[in-house]
């Protein structure tokens, strides 16, 4: 089994900052991506942003320039810096986290969320 948990949400204003974390751990034999995503009431879950385990990243157009990812390989964790935060990016943020279990077995897991509320 291999968990993900997420941490650092809560509530801020408009043009402050947060930042995430999210820890993977169990039977990891390799992490191929890391990621963010988001989703706001009503709306779909979405990409906010992810990282390869080369460092390859990839953001939404929506936080390209205020959001940045990074990871910790040896700690199997990721970040989300999100600096200049808009009401428009309250939404519950997941982390996910794919690769391969010892005996090559794939995952593809999901955290449980972590709330983030920016007040105008």
């Known amino acids: 089994q291999v968990q993900v948990v997420e941490s650092g949400g809560g509530l801020v204003q408009a043009g402050g900052s947060l930042r995430l974390s999210c820890a993977a751990s169990?039977?990891?034999?390799?992490?191929?991506?890391m990621g963010w995503y988001r989703q706001a009431p009503g709306k779909q879950r979405e990409l906010v942003a992810v990282i390869t385990s080369g460092g390859t990243t990839n953001y939404a157009d929506s936080v390209k320039g205020r959001f940045t990812i990074s990871r910790d390989n040896a700690k199997n964790t990721v970040y989300l810096q999100m600096n200049t935060l808009k009401p428009e990016d309250t939404a519950v943020y997941y982390c996910?986290?794919?690769?391969?279990?010892?005996?090559?077995?794939?995952?593809?897991?999901w955290g449980q969320g972590t709330q983030v509320t920016v007040s105008s």
């Open positions: 996910n986290a794919r690769g391969r279990r010892r005996l090559g077995v794939p995952y593809d897991t």
């Open positions: 169990g039977s990891i034999l390799s992490i191929d991506a």
